[in-house]
């Protein structure tokens, strides 16, 4: 069992950064391949991005590709999903998820554990 609590989220200007982080109980973290995915009103949860167990793979949704940065810190069962370049649409609910299994996954009905979501709002 992982519980995952994600915290970082809040309201910033367009153009602006945030830094989400998710941390994870349990002491088998690194044997989880991670996802961020993000729904906003009236819209389906959708893929952010992913990170594998070791942190040497990682995936990205072709809206955030080149403003977004996943990573991981195995050691404190902790992944982050940097944001930059913030854009209006980029706001939605933020949830991080965990898949005990190898490889990148963009399948939200793949993960086996969530979190709560923060909410990121950006504002115009």
């Known amino acids: 069992q992982v519980q995952l609590v994600e915290s970082g989220g809040g309201l910033v200007q367009a153009g602006g950064s945030l830094r989400l982080s998710c941390a994870a109980s349990?002491?088998?973290?690194?044997?989880?391949?991670m996802g961020w995915f993000r729904q906003a009103p009236g819209k389906e949860r959708e893929f952010v991005s992913a990170?594998?167990?070791?942190?040497?793979?990682?995936s990205y949704a072709d809206s955030p590709k080149g403003r977004f940065t996943v990573s991981r810190d195995n050691a404190k069962s902790t992944v982050y999903l940097q944001m930059s370049s913030l854009k209006p649409e980029d706001t939605a609910v933020y949830y991080c998820?965990?898949?005990?299994?190898?490889?990148?996954?963009?399948?939200?009905?793949?993960?086996?554990?969530w979190g709560q979501g923060t909410q990121v709002t950006v504002s115009s």
């Open positions: 990170i594998n167990q070791s942190g040497a793979l990682t």
């Open positions: 998820a965990a898949k005990l299994a190898l490889g990148i996954w963009k399948d939200a009905n793949a993960y086996d554990y």
């Open positions: 349990g002491r088998t973290f690194s044997s989880y391949t």
